[in-house]
């Protein structure tokens, strides 16, 4: 019987999922479209108004994606607080853009959150 060596890699950026993606003999046409979608990623965002995390969170969660928030946030009890976004670069990107068609004070989130992904190698 034939073992095919199953292991974990760590690939903590851009770069790093390039790198790996090129070694096994992708298409380089593709390479920048998989990419993205091999680096997952923890973002915290301070100062959310609950009201938008929840916002955020369905967003996120539409596109595969998790945002942690805090329990009271159903309740509105604690205003405002950190959220915890994860996903994959690609999933981060598409949220930007969902966030975008909300309403100001969530529309500045999405430009926050823009430049910080602008910043990944």
């Keep these: 019987m034939t073992s095919h060596h199953p292991q974990f ?4 950026n851009l770069s790093d999922a390039r790198t790996e993606i090129q070694k096994i003999g992708s298409d380089p ?3 920048d479209i998989m990419a993205p979608k091999a680096v997952f990623k923890i973002i ?4 959310v108004v609950l009201q938008d995390a929840i916002i955020i969170k369905q967003d996120m969660l539409s596109l595969g994606g998790e945002v942690a928030i805090p ?7 604690k205003n405002p ?3 915890l976004i994860m996903g994959t670069v690609t999933q981060h990107r598409e949220l930007v853009e969902k966030l975008q068609r909300h309403y100001p004070r969530i529309q500045e989130i999405s430009r926050e959150l823009f430049e ?6």
């Design 44 to 47: 915290a965002v301070n100062q």
């Design 29 to 31: 046409k593709s390479i």
């Design 116 to 121: 910080l992904l602008a910043k990944i190698s």
């Design 81 to 83: 607080a950190t959220i």
């Design 9 to 12: 890699i760590t690939i903590e």
């Design 71 to 77: 329990r009271e946030a159903f309740e509105l009890q």
